[in-house]
Nanobody, 125 residues
Framework: QVRLVESGGSVAQAGGSLRLSCAASGRSLSTFVMGWFRQSAAKEREFVAAISWRSEATNYADSTKARFTISRDIAENTVYLQINNLNPEDTATYYC??????????????????WGQGTRVTVSA
């Protein structure tokens, strides 16, 4: 079993930055792919970014690649999502997800087995 706990969500102003964290526990993550998704009231859950724990290969949605950076810290067993130049369209609940195999290029939520509870980001204009 894998437990994922997100943190870092808050209310922020447009143009600012946030760093979201996802602390993982329960299993070795050496073969894992870790992902971030987001869901707003107006949209279905959408892929944001993914990272391979072993190789650090990354993949981003077209809408996020310019301002978002995913990274991981092996010592802390934590995945991060840095969001720069926030805009109101980034308002959503952000979810951390994990699966134990595969590549960063599978972006469907259904390919991920474990999910965190989400952290809320609200961006004011």
């Amino acid at each position: 079993q894998v437990r994922l706990v997100e943190s870092g969500g808050s209310v922020a102003q447009a143009g600012g930055s946030l760093r979201l964290s996802c602390a993982a526990s329960g299993r070795s993550l050496s073969t894992f792919v870790m992902g971030w998704f987001r869901q707003s009231a107006a949209k279905e859950r959408e892929f944001v970014a993914a990272i391979s724990w072993r190789s650090e290969a990354t993949n981003y949605a077209d809408s996020t690649k310019a301002r978002f950076t995913i990274s991981r810290d092996i010592a802390e067993n934590t995945v991060y999502l840095q969001i720069n130049n926030l805009n109101p369209e980034d308002t959503a609940t952000y979810y951390c997800a994990a699966r134990s195999f595969g590549t960063v290029y599978a972006t469907e939520a259904s390919t991920y087995k474990w999910w965190g509870q989400g952290t809320r980001v609200t961006v004011s204009a």
